[in-house]
């Protein structure tokens, strides 16, 4: 008895040394994105969608592809399915207990009947010294938090795509009325430009350059049209609906946040989805060499049974007696003891290739922040230089009409004007939608849109 306390000791104490908990490992976070970095400011990551995009239509469209959207489904039923195996392998560390009762009725050359009966509850309980269970149930728990951060990511997706359809929405308005009042401009200018020729003032030349303009302005109200329902359509896609219009604002109503603080690299560690789903993919393949590892040494187990018996060897006693039963087995690989090693081997592998890939997705962590970051900067820097040139181009056609008129210029001058104009006029709807675009992809890349606790719980 004591060499057997003896051993379990060792063997306890063996299974101390194999078993080490999950830290992570060292990655230098310095510097991965070129932003100012500030760790007092609430950076944009943090904050809610609902104060991110303030647009009352817009946050109704989220909401609805929140609830209806059956990525946003899918992604909640693999949190679910993961819960219950993580439950499963919590359950592994408690003894099964078994109700298998048995009769049997005998007879030998038609002689008295015997009748046999056993009504025994049988108990089996493995004992956890080598850590078995426990880097499995690590595993699921890893297992399931990756689950909830596949669910946080396909959210925080699901919220920017439906925020830059929306502007997108918004901006092919902008534009459709920034070339419908054009062509209207236009429309006059044929018919000054048909005075201008019957006085003797212009050729036909002009006429047909510019009616050539105007039809060409026309022709991309169309295109606009169709960009119009594309978008409608795709939107419709991601809430589960029909196609239909969309109820929207406009692109000028929009307020987004000013300020862009992004924090610094550890803050955006802690909320983007894909950052932390390659952890825990990680502590994963951790556990799951743990877990191989501990293989190569004995697993212990306790079994018994009792229960009720008539059955006592070679005699059959009515009434039945109390059958007791205890048994405990030892099993320590031998022959498959290679294969064992061979299975470290291909785990550890494995974790050395799950850590390249959360080094990686740290590096893309930081390549998207800074590029929303400078598509934003870049769009508001850009707002008073267009503003300018808008005001440039309208002087410029507005003097170039009035000399043609007087004989002092061409046409073709006027056109040039008139073209710049409504290129300038394009490129400031652009710019604006872009900027916004930047502070989506920007609130994207900071692993914004987390549900609050309360709901993570459900």
Request: aromatic share 8%.
């Amino acid at each position: 008895m004591r060499k057997i306390i003896v051993i379990l000791a060792a063997a306890a104490l063996v299974g101390c040394g194999i078993y080490k908990p999950y830290s992570r490992p060292e990655i230098q976070t310095d510097g991965l994105y070129g932003a100012a970095e500030t760790a007092d400011e609430t950076t944009l990551g943090d904050m809610a969608w609902q104060e991110v995009f303030t647009d009352p239509l817009l946050q109704r469209l989220i909401e609805q592809a929140l609830a209806d959207n059956t990525d946003m489904q899918s992604a909640h039923w693999r949190v679910k399915e993961t819960e219950a195996a993580l439950k499963s392998a919590r359950l592994a560390y408690l003894p099964s207990f078994n109700f298998a009762p048995q009769g049997a009725i005998s007879s030998f050359d038609n002689k008295n009947t015997s009748k046999t009966y056993n009504i025994p509850v049988t108990a089996g309980w493995q004992i956890d010294i080598f850590n078995s269970l426990t880097n499995a149930k690590r595993k699921a728990r890893a297992l399931h938090l990756q689950s909830k951060e596949y669910e946080q990511a396909v959210r925080t997706q699901l919220i920017a795509q439906t925020a830059n359809l929306y502007y997108t929405l918004l901006m092919l308005d902008e534009q459709y009325a920034v070339s419908q009042e054009t062509a209207a401009k236009w429309r006059q200018s044929v018919e000054t430009m048909r005075a201008m020729k019957e006085a003797g003032m212009t050729n036909e030349a002009g006429v047909a350059q510019y009616e050539g303009n105007y039809y060409s302005i026309e022709a991309s109200l169309h295109d606009l049209e169709y960009n119009l329902t594309t978008v409608e359509n795709a939107l419709c896609s991601l809430l589960g609906e029909a196609p239909h219009a969309i109820e929207r604002g406009s692109l000028e109503e929009q307020r987004l946040p000013e300020q862009l603080a992004v924090g610094v690299p550890v803050q955006m560690l802690a909320n983007r989805p894909d950052v932390r789903s390659a952890e825990f993919a990680l502590m994963q393949a951790y556990y799951a060499t743990a877990e191989a590892r501990s293989a190569l040494y004995p697993s212990i187990s306790l079994s018994g049974t009792a229960g009720w018996t008539n059955s006592a060897g070679a005699m059959i006693v009515n009434p039945g007696k109390l059958l007791l039963s205890a048994a405990a087995s030892l099993m320590q690989p031998i022959f498959n003891a290679g294969a064992n090693r061979a299975r470290v081997k291909i785990m550890k592998a494995q974790q050395e290739e799950a850590l390249l890939s959360f080094r990686q997705a740290l590096l893309n962590a930081g390549a998207e922040v800074n590029n929303a970051l400078t598509q934003s900067q870049t769009a508001r820097a850009k707002t008073d230089l267009r503003s300018n040139q808008i005001e440039a181009m309208e002087r410029a056609v507005e003097s170039t009409e009035l000399l043609m008129q007087y004989g002092s210029t061409t046409y073709l001058e006027v056109l040039t004007a008139q073209q710049s104009l409504l290129s300038a006029r394009l490129s400031q709807v652009a710019d604006r939608f872009d900027e916004i675009q930047g502070v989506v992809n920007l609130y994207q890349a900071l692993g914004g849109g987390r549900a609050p606790e309360e709901e993570q719980k459900k």
